[in-house]
């Protein structure tokens, strides 16, 4: 184990990987120049043609990434904010999520698309906000987004290694918080699998990114009030860590589904559609959804932490949840 | 005069016949109901795809747009495969799941079809970008149209292949009309070959119905591109003799300038090089022999559909993922 922070997990799982594989390539903008901490050096150990700076051409260098990938290597393309992913919508749900059906098979597409996402940071709504349901609905890309350094490491190097398309989504407002990283270059975090970050019995929380860490805070000090909160982290959205979730629920027959996405269709919306459906039994109370109001991200900090939940709104929820199931 | 031999001369008439039996075959049985969805069809192009393919090895790549036909049976794609794929059958190169617009064959450089306007040409960077990691020695080609050009694809992935240097070459097949707009009016420059200066590479204008000019046109850029020398933009001006797709004008009417669609009959592009193969001594017995022969060729394809089943419903789940299915893992699996 080594301490590290996300960006340097990152960073050690690129690396690892770059080692053991010479057919990954690595392009984006500035990768070269390393504006992202975790593509910094990268050329000087693997050159010029294997780490690519691009022109600002979203559409065209994943489209270049997914004719790559058809023809033998497996493109890791940086595309800085998860917004960007607006600009090359063609590109990711027309072609990298449709390609191998349309052709029945005949091609795989080892395609990763790695981004930075979420708000905290102040850079308002085309900058900071979470499109990560709008991949969820691709039908054909994966998507994860760590809350843990060593998830970020492990999660990262199964995208690398996984045939499909993956888009890697990583928190901003994470890169600076450390945790122990396995040092093991093939321990992997399977994609699809979910973690339980925190365990309890009351009430279950399911968040992912920055809400899995928030989750985790509002259920310390929900703890000192005597509610046992367990937080479940799906680390991976498509395919969903839904056993996790599942499981999670029938032992506490509550969920709480925090997203920073907006609330309309977002992760934390499928999640409790997931539940009611499938271990409605086990509810003890309305399954609940805690997201971003149908809103753009807003600039100035005030407002920014107003839409986003916050430890104390995510412990608010939870605290009336279980109140709302003891009442019962 | 061409420097082709009698045997590539011949080729190249045979990758235009393909496709002139094919597509007249399909519009037949578009027009009986017979086919599910839209078909494009190719006729009056076939120089484009034979001329451009007929210089290429096998291993080269393609990638191709909604009027696709040509350019996979140009690239000798299987005439039967293709067939039971409009057909929506099981034994389709697709299984069924791409139809008419997304036809591929990775085994024979063809990374797909597409319905995107403009969408094949990042493609095509890209497996030009592998070809050149890999040292291969592979080109790749993207097809598009005169309103492919007016997408921002098209002048990004020339921007990004200059400025790497990429063996690709962009063939636009300027038929003239963007759907049913006549590009002039959409397009701010006079020609698409124009754009080639704007990033500083060759942009060549060719007539598209002439096969031996598109094919030498080819064959230099192939050799700039295998050279290192990066892309070349050619366009090849030609013309589409059936509407933008079958049966159009049961909705709109019929909005066609047949003048002009007689004046383009008179350059067939199949009649044309009949001439020059002519001229250069090759028997008429010769090309009759190969009409015969593909026209059989695509009956039996079309018996071929005929008789492959159509897919399973349960094929409906497959192929999304390499590997593991994830799905299995929630709805699906219910």
Known sequence: ?328 | MTTLDESQLVDLYRRMTRIRHFEERVAALKATGELPGAVHIYIGQEAVAAGVCGALSVDDYITSTHRGHGHILAKDGQIDRCMAELFGKRDGYCKGKGGSMHIADPALGIIGANGIVGAGLPIATGAALSSLQRRSGQVAVAFFGDGGSTHGTFHESLNLATVWSLPVIFVCENNGISQLTPTAEVAALGTVAQHGAAYGIPGVTVDGNDVVAVYETTRTAVERARAGEGPTLIEAVTFRIHNHSEGLETIIGDIRDHDEIEQWRARDPLTLHRRTLEKAGVEASILEELDQSVAAEVEAAIDFAHNSPYPDPADAYSDVWAGEVPSAAFWGAR
């Not at chain 1, 690398?160 to 994470?174: E, K, S």
């Not at chain 1, 920014?304 to 939940?309: D, G, N, T």
Request: hydrophobic letters at 45%; glycine letters at 10%.
């Open chain 1, 1 to 328: 184990m080594t301490r590290m922070t996300q960006s340097g997990a990152m960073r050690a799982a690129i690396f690892e990987e770059m080692r053991r594989d010479d057919r990954i390539l690595v392009m984006g903008e500035d990768v070269r120049r390393g504006v992202v901490g975790y593509t910094a050096g990268l050329a000087d150990e693997f050159g010029n043609d294997r780490v690519r700076d691009t022109p600002i051409s979203e559409s065209t260098f994943i489209g270049a990434g997914l004719g790559a990938a058809a023809t033998g290597l497996v493109p890791v393309i940086d595309l800085l904010m998860s917004t960007f992913l607006y600009v090359a919508m063609d590109q990711i749900l027309n072609q990298a999520a449709k390609l191998r059906y349309m052709m029945g098979g005949a091609c795989d597409f080892p395609l990763t698309i790695v981004a930075a996402t979420g708000g905290g940071a102040g850079m308002a709504a085309q900058h900071s906000e979470s499109p990560h349901p709008i991949i969820m609905n691709s039908g054909g890309v994966k998507i994860i987004l760590p809350s843990t350094p060593a998830d970020a490491k492990g999660l990262f190097k199964s995208a690398i290694r996984d045939p499909n398309p993956v888009i890697v989504l990583y928190h901003g407002a994470l890169g600076a918080v450390r945790g122990e990283v396995p040092d093991d270059e093939d321990l992997l975090v399977p994609l699809g699998e979910g973690r339980v970050l925190r365990e309890g019995t009351d009430l279950t929380i399911a968040a992912i990114g920055l809400m899995a860490k928030r989750a985790i805070s509002a259920a310390d000090r929900l703890e000192e009030e005597g509610i046992s909160v367990e937080v479940v982290d799906p680390r991976t959205l498509f395919p969903l860590g839904w056993t996790t979730i599942a499981d999670s629920v029938r032992k506490t027959g509550l969920l709480l589904a925090v997203d920073e996405a907006r609330r309309t269709c977002s992760a934390a919306s499928e999640i409790v559609a997931r539940v009611t459906q499938d271990a409605f039994d086990a509810l003890r109370g309305p399954p609940t959804v805690m997201a971003v109001e149908d809103v753009p991200m807003p600039f100035t900090p005030l407002l920014e932490a107003e839409v986003i939940p916050s430890i104390e709104r995510i412990a608010d929820a939870a605290r009336e949840l279980v109140k709302g199931a003891e009442a019962r």
